[in-house]
């Protein structure tokens, strides 16, 4: 079993920065796609990113291409989501997701997930 909880949220204005991190237990961490996912009131939930072995390799949804960097630290069992340059169209709930099965950017790919943060940029 995985454990994951999610922290950093906060009440930002659009241009400022948010990091959150993703604090993993249970099972070692180190072969599981980390993914991040987000979900807007009255929204679908939305991919977002997601990271492979040591975090090598990504895949960015194009709405964050270029303002949010996703990280592992492996040391601590923790994964980390800069996200710079906030727009009120970021503001949503966000979850941090772990899989053993193939990356993707669909949810039902994921077998675990944290509760979420919630984010919310005013303008």
């Known amino acids: 079993q995985v454990h994951l909880v999610e922290s950093g949220g906060g009440l930002v204005q659009a241009g400022d920065s948010l990091r959150l991190s993703c604090a993993v237990s249970?099972?070692?961490?180190?072969?599981?796609?980390m993914g991040w996912f987000r979900q807007a009131p009255g929204k679908e939930r939305e991919f977002v990113v997601w990271?492979?072995?040591?975090?090598?390799?990504?895949r960015y949804a194009d709405s964050v291409k270029g303002r949010f960097t996703v990280s592992r630290d492996i040391a601590k069992n923790t994964v980390y989501l800069q996200m710079n340059d906030l727009k009120p169209e970021d503001t949503a709930v966000y979850y941090c997701?772990?899989?053993?099965?193939?990356?993707?950017?669909?949810?039902?790919?994921?077998?675990?997930w944290g509760p979420g943060t919630q984010v919310t940029v005013s303008s």
């Open positions: 990271l492979m072995g040591s975090g090598t390799r990504t």
């Open positions: 997701a772990a899989t053993r099965r193939a990356a993707t950017t669909i949810s039902d790919g994921y077998d675990y």
């Open positions: 249970g099972r070692t961490f180190t072969g599981h796609v």
